[in-house]
């Protein structure tokens, strides 16, 4: 993406809190997702993620890029996993009911192939998110599994709208992402 993040990492580094909510609407669904993939557990990898954001807020860690801040959240995710499992394993060791094989050959590539489809995932997000407001509204309610009704209703809009909107947001989605193949496939646009 294009989009110039010099001013979003001077707010965040700055603790304000428009940033720190867009900072979350972009990142906390595709780490939550990894984590999840990587720990196999929805609530506690939503735990997990949550973790590392108040984690990075109290580190006051400052990024020069936003490749910079997305290393780091998806290094944090895998670490923080690594150490779940970990602490995981010693849990099940202790009571004696499992016995955990790792295949570290495997793992890792698992672990790569989970890393592309998280990093797909943050793409479309941020693809989404550098939409106009009421698009990016309409397909974060629609993502979320709300129905064109439902969204028109909330949103306040006629359905008419809402369709034309989406429409319009599937397109710019389809030339923003068009070198992303692979993503593409996965949204079926």
């Not at 984590?35 to 400052?62: G, M, P, R, T, Y």
């Not at 490749?67 to 895998?78: E, M, P």
Request: with cysteine; hydrophobic share 40%; net charge positive.
């Amino acid at each position: 993406m294009d989009k110039d993040y010099t001013n979003f990492l001077k707010d965040l580094a700055g603790k304000k809190k428009s940033a720190w909510k867009e900072l979350y609407d972009l990142f906390y669904p595709s780490i939550c997702n990894y984590i999840s993939n990587l720990i196999k557990d929805e609530n506690a990898a939503s735990d997990l993620a949550q973790k590392i954001f108040i984690k990075l807020w109290e580190l006051n860690i400052h990024f020069n890029s936003i490749k910079a801040l997305t290393s780091y959240l998806y290094k944090a995710a895998k670490n923080t996993s690594i150490n779940y499992m970990k602490a995981a394993k010693v849990e099940r060791d202790h009571m004696g009911k499992f016995n955990l094989e790792v295949n570290h050959e495997s793992g890792l590539d698992d672990s790569m192939i989970l890393s592309i489809e998280e990093e797909m995932i943050r793409e479309l997000h941020q693809s989404i998110f550098e939409l106009p407001k009421s698009q990016r509204e309409i397909m974060m309610l629609s993502i979320k599994g709300l129905t064109v009704k439902q969204v028109a209703e909330k949103l306040q809009i006629s359905e008419n709208t809402v369709k034309t909107q989406k429409k319009r947001a599937y397109a710019s989605l389809r030339e923003k992402l068009k070198d992303s193949i692979f993503l593409l496939m996965f949204m079926g646009l």
